[in-house]
């Protein structure tokens, strides 16, 4: 039987004109695309079609984070004017609904964003925020103060955080001096930090997302590692030992991993680095699957889509190298096969 030739990936029209920052796939509408970027506004492609849908300036300045909660026709993003505003799709108008302060205007951007399960009885989503202020906090879409209803002191800068698929009302924060962090949130808004250690790696992280199950978390550094950790101190059993391995290196020179994405069926997960390769792995069993061609320039974001049939790539120069010339920002849409992403067997 004849093996299937690998797919091309295919860029969608009209990308940011920008650095881009984040991509999601709309819950319950899983052909349309959402990014962010530093040309301030949002936009949606339909990555079925390939066309661009809309754009819109959330007057935020440079866009830092996306969420796209389910439920609501609606996108949330993060400036880095520390603003937290959520953009309704049907009515094309926004509206802020947090904000992010500090003395110094360079500390006030929301970096990362999660919407959160429904609590209290009420169908609105919670959303999470956490930013360059080292603060995180939950705000209420329902609400019109922009005031938090909760909010918690972190141990430093915010870099990355994800939502725990399986537990939504758990959140896991990678920020400055190597902390990992994890809020839980219940019925209400109320918050706590149930978790506060130093990641295994030596090195900033950049990146953390959740398993699938909840159980664990990849994170990503910018030393070329990921490291496959569990949280056995919230009682959650651990399917091995956390381990790390070197990836996104050439010879001696070793490339920061600015983005993992998980498959949501199979709990392989891909990794995009700053050497323009995005390659997928088998966590549990320590296994590469594979690496796509070199695409121009760094891999700034990735998500796969509800089932893990296709995987967007956004190549987007993350400034690694300061201030150059470099190849425009695109967003390529690449249909997965399963031999790319399904688990290796023993």
């Known amino acids: 039987m004849a093996t299937e030739p690998p797919p091309e990936a295919v860029s969608l029209p009209s ?14 509408q899983p052909t349309l695309l959402a990014s962010t970027s530093f040309d301030g506004a949002v936009r949606i492609h339909d990555t079925n079609e390939r066309k661009f849908v809309l754009s819109q300036t959330m007057e935020s300045g440079p866009l830092l984070s996306l969420a796209t909660p389910k ?8 400036g880095l004017d520390g603003t937290v505003r959520m953009f309704d799709i049907a ?15 360079k500390l006030m951007g929301c970096s990362s964003l999660g919407a959160l399960a429904a609590s209290g009885g009420s169908n609105a989503p919670l959303i999470a925020s956490a930013g360059w202020n080292s603060q995180f906090h939950l705000w209420d879409v329902r609400q019109s103060s922009s005031s938090a209803a909760a909010t918690i ?36 808004g109320d918050a706590s930090l149930v978790l506060d250690r130093e990641s295994s790696l030596k090195f900033q992280s950049r990146a953390v997302r959740f398993f699938p199950d909840g159980n664990g978390i990849a994170l990503g550094s910018i030393e070329g590692r990921v490291a496959v950790e ?6 959650l059993q651990a399917k091995m030992k956390k381990y790390a391995f070197k990836c996104h290196r050439q010879g001696d020179t070793v490339y920061p991993v600015n983005c993992i994405a998980f498959h949501p069926q199979y709990g392989t997960f891909a990794t995009g680095g700053c050497d323009g390769y995005v390659s997928t792995w088998d966590g549990l069993h320590k296994k590469k699957l ?3 061609p070199q695409f121009s320039t760094s891999i700034a974001a990735l998500a796969f889509n ?4 296709e995987l967007a790539i956004a190549p987007s120069y993350t400034y690694e190298d ?20 399904q688990p290796k067997t023993k």
Not at 71 to 78: E, F, P, S, Y
Not at 181 to 188: K, L, Q, S
């Open 322 to 341: 300061g201030e150059r010339e470099h190849p425009r920002d695109e967003i390529f849409i690449r249909r997965m096969l399963d031999s790319e992403c």
């Open 230 to 235: 569990f949280l056995e101190e919230l009682g």
């Open 91 to 105: 009515a094309t108008q926004y509206q802020v609904i947090g904000r992010h302060t500090a003395e110094d205007p």
């Open 71 to 78: 439920g609501l026709n609606a996108l949330v993003t993060g």
């Open 15 to 28: 990308p940011p004109t920008d650095g881009i920052t984040a991509l999601s796939y709309l819950p319950g």
């Open 290 to 292: 594979t690496t796509l």
């Open 306 to 309: 509800h089932d893990g049939s």
């Open 153 to 188: 002191q972190l141990p430093g800068k915010a870099f990355s955080m994800d939502v725990d698929p399986a537990n939504q009302n758990r959140v896991v924060i990678a920020t400055a001096g190597r902390r990992i962090c994890v809020i839980d949130v219940r019925a209400g």
